[in-house]
């Protein structure tokens, strides 16, 4: 079984995650009705992604033998400004959820809690990942997208993601 600071820690993060989705879902929602379908799509996908995230914990939770405690959802923010808004937000919150990575592996590794900490390596990989990602984007969207012909290219390759 896990200590009951690691359930309690692993099950806030497995409400993180779900959070972490609700903010991508509120983001889809909102280029969906800017016309940035590509951005939609793309945002859309980053929910689905969050929802493994969040099921992995739930497993990783169940497989301890300890339970799953579902805790209430934070409401997101809703008001956005334009396409570059939602990848700064994204790019900040990817680094917020990194450091809440770092803080569980951290206790784990305080707690002599080596599956853990094995089981946590998959989410600090995967968070580099959910960096880099949107930086590029941003960085993108900074460089070219003030030209509505070049931003309606980088919808179109958000459309694209798998
Ligand atoms: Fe589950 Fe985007 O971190």
């Known amino acids: 079984m896990l200590s009951e600071k690691m ?15 609700y903010f991508y879902l509120g983001m ?12 939609a799509h793309w945002f859309f996908q980053q929910w689905k992604e969050e929802l493994i995230h969040a099921k992995k914990f739930m497993d990783y ?29 994204t790019l900040n919150h990817e680094r917020n959820v990194s450091k809440l990575i770092a803080g569980l592996v951290e206790m784990a590794k305080d707690e ?35 030209d509505e012909k070049a931003l309606s290219a980088i919808d179109c390759q958000l459309a694209g993601r798998k």
């Open 28 to 39: 889809s929602a909102y280029a969906a009705s800017s016309g940035l379908s590509g951005f």
């Open 61 to 89: 939770i169940i497989k301890r033998k300890n339970r799953l405690v579902l805790l209430p959802i934070e409401e997101p923010p809703q008001d956005f400004s334009s396409g570059e808004d939602l990848f700064n937000r």
């Open 112 to 146: 002599n809690d080596r599956e853990t900490c094995e089981f946590l390596q998959w989410f600090v990989k995967e968070q580099v990942e959910e960096e880099t990602t949107p930086a590029g984007i941003l960085k993108k969207i900074r460089a070219e997208g003030k």
């Open 7 to 21: 359930a309690k820690s692993l099950n806030e993060q497995h409400n993180r995650e779900i959070y972490s989705g």
